[in-house]
């Protein structure tokens, strides 16, 4: 199983997942062009994708789900919240309804060799949820926009092989940033985003001697900086209650417009 970030950040969002005989993407909330382009280099086309798992309705998850989906004929899986949400956005355009297919938290489902196992997450939306995906004993998990995590949500991210995790924001940097207080008050709320220290603390808690590998996810463009994102998280683990340092693991930041090196599960 293989996992890379097409784009990632408040921008916009397209992450593949896929095996040898399937292929995904969670989220394309960049331009149908990008997403393409972003399939050809890793030597697949949108012909070849066996469905897209939504994660929410919000415009940087889905600006470009209209596009693909109508052009391929891809399957849509998503919330019945989400797929409410997204056949009353007007900027996806039409969407055939027999692409859409319902996902419920926690209840697992096949798209042929992989199993796909959705995670509820707290965001201001309307019924999203993060994912994880299995091929045989190898687990990947896509967990962005969470406002706060808990003890379910560490036990769902336990195992993991490879992880992609939201480090959004720089609390300093949001406070003192140009946003109005309404706003930044919703991303520090929990229902909003996980900071860069949050996101270290929460790997923290489900690190374990065979996790190789760890993107930090979905930055945003105003209130965080790639730099700051990687030496918070990574100050958060070798401090933190746990018996690893950040040197002990393989961690790197998503890419806002570039593709980033794919990942290859041993």
Request: negative net charge; aromatic residues 6%.
């Amino acid at each position: 199983m293989r996992m890379c970030s097409i784009a990632s950040g408040s921008s916009g969002n397209c992450i593949y997942v896929g095996s040898e005989a399937t292929h995904l993407l969670v989220d394309v909330g960049i331009s149908g062009k990008r997403t393409e382009a972003g399939l050809n280099s890793l030597g697949i086309t949108g012909a070849d994708l066996d469905g897209i798992l939504v994660t929410h309705e919000h415009a940087d998850h889905i600006s470009g789900l209209g596009v693909i989906a109508r052009k391929y004929g891809v399957p849509i899986y998503a919330t019945k919240g989400t797929i409410e949400a997204i056949q009353g956005c007007s900027n996806v355009g039409q969407i055939d309804a027999s692409l859409f297919h319902e996902v419920h938290s926690d209840v697992k489902l096949g798209i042929k060799d992989l199993v796909i196992n959705p995670m509820k997450i707290s965001h201001d939306a309307a019924e999203p949820v993060a994912y994880r995906i299995s091929y045989g004993s190898q687990k990947i998990a896509i967990c962005t926009d969470l406002g706060e995590f808990n003890d379910y949500t560490v036990e769902c991210l336990k195992g993991m092989d490879a992880l992609l995790l939201e480090a959004n924001h720089d609390v300093k940097m949001l406070q003192v940033g140009p946003y109005p207080y309404h706003l930044k008050q919703r991303i520090l709320g929990e229902r909003g985003h996980l900071s860069n220290e949050n996101s270290g603390r929460l790997l923290s808690r489900i690190l374990h001697d065979k996790l190789q590998s760890v993107f930090l996810g979905h930055l945003s463009k105003e209130n965080n900086l790639p730099e700051l994102a990687y030496e918070a998280v990574r100050m958060e683990i070798t401090m933190g209650d746990n018996p690893y340092r950040a040197d002990d693991f393989r961690i790197q930041v998503a890419k806002r417009n570039e593709v980033s090196p794919i990942v290859h599960i041993a």
